[in-house]
């Protein structure tokens, strides 16, 4: 019997010993260390967390010759009463003209800003609302103001 409790007994130590071995090869839970700076992840990518930028200039897509009717397009007698030309800064109506002042809100193709206008020996201020909703192909134009007229205009563009 004594032997046998002998090789019992050296099996449990040999047993805790094998346990005790593996325990300490295991590796650690967590990180032992800090990691550098250099070692950190790159945070994630941000989706729009930040508002887009105001334009300081009228979009591209809104500029160009815009028509009410088509004959404001191709009138060759001076009369296109509907047509409206749009460059960088300026708004040029039948007879009067516009220049872009603050411009309260915009993207890529919308602006909201305003804009004083001169014209037949008088010159007055207007919010103007420009929009393409289609990429450049319709105008839509929403003056406010005290001296704004009722409504929203839309214009083609001219070819």
Do not use: H
């Not at 508002?51 to 300081?56: E, G, K, N």
């Amino acid at each position: 019997m004594m032997k046998i409790g002998k090789a019992l007994g050296s099996t449990v130590v040999v047993s805790i010993f094998a346990l005790a071995l593996a325990a300490c090869s295991k590796e650690p839970a967590g990180p032992t260390e800090q990691p550098t700076e250099d070692a950190l992840p790159e945070p994630a990518a941000s989706v729009a967390t930040e508002p887009a930028a105001v334009p300081t200039a009228i979009p591209a897509v809104l500029q160009g010759r815009w028509g009410i009717v088509d004959a404001d397009c191709t009138s060759t007698r001076g009369d296109a009463k509907g047509l409206l030309t749009i460059d960088a800064d300026t708004l040029k109506f039948y007879e009067s003209a516009a220049t872009l002042g603050a411009i309260q809100s915009g993207s890529a193709s919308a602006l909201k800003a305003g804009f004083a206008f001169t014209g037949e020996g008088q010159s007055w201020n207007l919010d103007v609302a420009l929009s393409s909703p289609d990429g450049g192909k319709t105008l839509i134009r929403k003056d406010t103001g005290p001296d704004a007229a009722p409504g929203t205009l839309t214009y083609k563009k001219c070819p």
